[in-house]
Each structure stands twice: as C-alpha cells, then as structure tokens.
C-alpha cells in the first residue's frame, strides 16, 4: 500500500527556516513525479513544487514562482524520504503543507496534476 506521511511543521517567525519530511512508504520516493502542494485557510491548493523521477533524462525540477529561490526540494534513497527545506519565511507561506505522488515519472510543472497519493498534511505558521 502506497503511503505518504509529513512531518516538520511548526510556528516560526518572519525570515526564519523550516525544513520538512515526507516518508514514504509502499513504493520508492524515486521512481515517480513527487513534490509539495500547500494550502492556505480560504484560499486554492497551489502546487509549490514537483521533482522527477532519477530515471528521466534531466530529473527536471520545478517551484511555483512564490516560492523559488527559497524553497529547496530533495530526495534520500536509503531512507526513503522527500524533503523541502523552506528558508526567508513570510507570513504568506502559512498553510497546511501536503506531500504528493504521480504515477507518471516526469513533472510536467510545479504543480502535481493528478496525485495517486498524497499525506496528512504538515501545518506551517509564520508569524511573529
């Protein structure tokens, strides 16, 4: 069974770091499009993020434009986990933050279109 679970959320303040995790489980973190989507109370799902496959020909990244330049998306084999490190926090990235997986290797944007899987949910607070 394909399983999905975040962890790492937390209160910080303005400028400061976080740094979330996505275990998965039932299936290899890299052999799928996988990545991050976030959601504000009120407001639409964004898709933050999205990491191909290792076996595609460019292992293409992509980060929403909100975010680039200051969120980061990695991957551990051995442990089997997705990692986002999110640094220069600003109130607005305040949401619940979701971790996701395609059953297509390449992404084909920031956003997951069609997740077969997706965790929980991660709550990021950024406020002073």
């Known amino acids: 069974q394909m399983r999905l679970e975040e962890s790492g959320g937390a209160l910080v303040q303005p400028g400061g770091s976080l740094r979330l995790s996505c275990l998965a489980s039932g299936f290899p973190v890299d052999d799928r499009a996988i990545g991050w989507f976030r959601q504000a109370p009120g407001k639409e799902r964004e898709g933050i993020s999205c990491?191909?496959?290792?076996?595609?020909?460019?292992?293409?990244?992509y980060y929403a434009e909100s975010v680039e330049g200051r969120f980061t998306i990695t991957r551990n084999f051995a442990k089997n986990t997705l990692y986002l490190q999110m640094n220069d926090l600003k109130p607005e990235d305040t949401a619940v933050y979701y971790c996701?997986?395609?059953?297509?290797?390449?992404?084909?944007?920031?956003?997951?279109?069609?997740?077969?899987?997706w965790g929980q949910g991660t709550l990021v607070t950024v406020s002073a």
């Open positions: 990491i191909s496959a290792r076996f595609t020909s460019d292992g293409s990244i």
């Open positions: 996701a997986a395609e059953a297509v290797a390449q992404c084909s944007g920031s956003d997951l279109r069609d997740p077969v899987v």
